[in-house]
């Protein structure tokens, strides 16, 4: 089964911009947000970063105790396209050579607790958004994220 070539990227951060970002288990020293495809064509992207921010770190969102609230997921209204890195073109159809990632937020309390999923990232550290900015291997991550001030004022 082929991924969808259509996915999310989530920048969790708390409300003094310490972002989080992770190290992907595939590609040492490759530092990320959640990203991740859509599961099925319809399956709308707000389920999406849900889906994939619990698969990643273990951080629940929903209307329910124990829970980061589900309005603290925010769609941030940008969609880029890019060119699919060669070594991961193997997981989508032949001849899909461009994804369209759609940027959420998702603020989280300072002391939320982060389970990583062991298959997708190897460990974790919590930075100032520019440093987070920084460590990304990704544009679109890094751009995403120095975004964080222009969202938080609203």
Known sequence: MY???ESV???IYTEDMQVLMMERADKADYWQSVTGSKDFPDEALQVT???EVQ????IVVADQPGAVPLSHLSDWRVANVYEIYPVWRHRYAPGVTKN???????????AISVT??????????W??????ADLCFS???AEAILQLPHHLAG
Not at 127 to 132: I, T, V
Request: hydrophobic share 35%; net charge neutral; charged share 25%.
């Open 9 to 11: 990227l989530v920048v």
């Open 116 to 125: 990583l999923a062991p298959r997708e990232h190897v460990q974790y550290r």
């Open 55 to 58: 698969e990643e770190t273990g």
């Open 3 to 5: 991924k969808i070539p």
């Open 49 to 51: 970063a849900m889906r």
């Open 100 to 110: 369209t990632e759609h940027v959420f937020g998702l603020l989280v309390p300072n």
């Open 139 to 141: 544009p679109s991550n």
């Open 127 to 132: 930075l100032p958004y520019r440093e987070a």
